[in-house]
């Protein structure tokens, strides 16, 4: 039995939230908050497995909230949210970005045709969030610990002119990739084409989040964009994303691969065809295998292939499915990914 503590001001979606998660037959509401405050408090008292947090509450918010709970009592933390709710969009982020492990947007009502989808996705959460083993997040007045030396990645060999860089990540990305876009150097060379598997309606407030806190310009990609180097584009909801033969991004709304859509596989697939060596592919933290055997494409069309460590995913599915094909040339935790691009750009500068 999954013992779920649900952390909502409103009575109507507390109503709401109890009776989606107490239709299923393993899971237990065992406690409701009303703000940030009282949610603490019933932390301390009936250690939940899990926690559903509101982002705007009165006295204590969701995202102050939760980087409390991470850095006392640990626990999987999945936000539900209006996915455009007016005031700062980046709060939702700012919360996984403080440790929660999962957003997804508040129900639609009794009735509403989203409804069935809507609970689905709830209770398909809260199952799988409630397996994940999350870690302490230190308090933000502790110093920072410094990374090891990460050891020259390109001895031994002389890689292609790179002209692209392809990423996928799922469940965990938005944390992983707030790392990775915050230490990549500004100036990078070459475009980067992101898909984020995520829950319909976020993808602008997120990119938008993105940009503001890593400093790296980020867009949601249209068809027929002409990527600029330095420059990241994010699949758009429910799209696939490719890149052409005339190197413009193609969005297709053809079935999901993977049962996804976009799919990470569609988008290394394109890169594969279109730049082969000429290009990096990067595989994230996320459930299932998307992605995989598309990046052992890309590892055998000559690219440079890149999976996040087990260590620094929160679920090691993807990048695991493409170590376990040998798929991945190196596996390495975030900050190393981007240090490591960093080092291939400098190497590429010095030879053009």
């Known amino acids: 039995m999954i013992r779920v503590l649900i952390v909502e001001d409103s009575r109507v979606e507390q109503e709401l939230l109890t009776h989606i998660l107490s239709s299923d037959s393993g899971i237990k509401v065992v406690g409701i908050a009303s703000d940030g405050n009282i949610a603490l408090a019933e932390v301390e008292r009936l250690k939940p497995d899990v926690i559903t947090m509101d982002i705007t509450m009165p006295n204590l918010n969701g995202y102050e909230t939760t980087r409390r709970i991470m850095e006392s009592t640990p626990l999987p933390i999945i936000i539900v949210s209006c996915c455009c709710h007016v005031g700062n969009p980046g709060n939702s982020f700012d919360a996984m970005e403080a440790g929660a492990v999962a957003i997804v947007r508040k129900p639609a009502g009794l009735g509403h045709p989203d409804y069935p989808a809507d609970a689905a996705d709830l209770i398909r959460t809260v199952k799988v969030m409630s397996e994940i083993k999350v870690v302490r997040r230190w308090p933000r007045i502790r110093a920072k610990v410094q990374l090891p030396k990460l050891p020259p990645v390109i001895q031994g060999f002389t ?189 590429q500068e010095r030879r053009t």
């Open 159 to 347: 890689p292609v002119t790179n002209q692209i860089i392809a990423i996928g990540a799922s469940t965990g990305g938005p944390a992983a990739l707030q790392k990775i876009f915050s230490a990549l150097p500004k100036n990078l060379s070459v475009p980067v084409l992101v898909v984020q598997h995520m829950a319909g309606g976020f993808m602008k407030n997120f990119v938008s989040w993105l940009s503001s806190t890593t400093g790296f310009p980020t867009h949601i990609a249209r068809q027929g964009d002409v990527p600029i180097p330095g420059h990241a584009y994010f699949a758009p909801d429910d799209f696939h994303m490719l890149i052409g033969w005339d190197k413009r991004i193609l969005l297709s709304g053809d079935a999901p691969e993977n049962c996804v859509r976009p799919a990470v596989s569609r988008l290394f697939r394109s890169v594969a065809e279109t730049f082969g060596a000429h290009s990096v592919g990067v595989l994230l933290t996320g459930m299932g295998r998307d992605g995989a055997d598309d990046l052992k494409l890309l590892r055998m069309r000559g690219a440079i292939t890149i999976v996040q460590d087990r260590e620094s995913s929160l679920i090691f599915g993807m990048p695991g499915a493409a170590v376990n094909i040998d798929a991945a040339d190196y596996i390495l935790a975030p900050e190393d990914i981007a240090r490591f691009i960093a080092q291939l750009d400098c190497a």
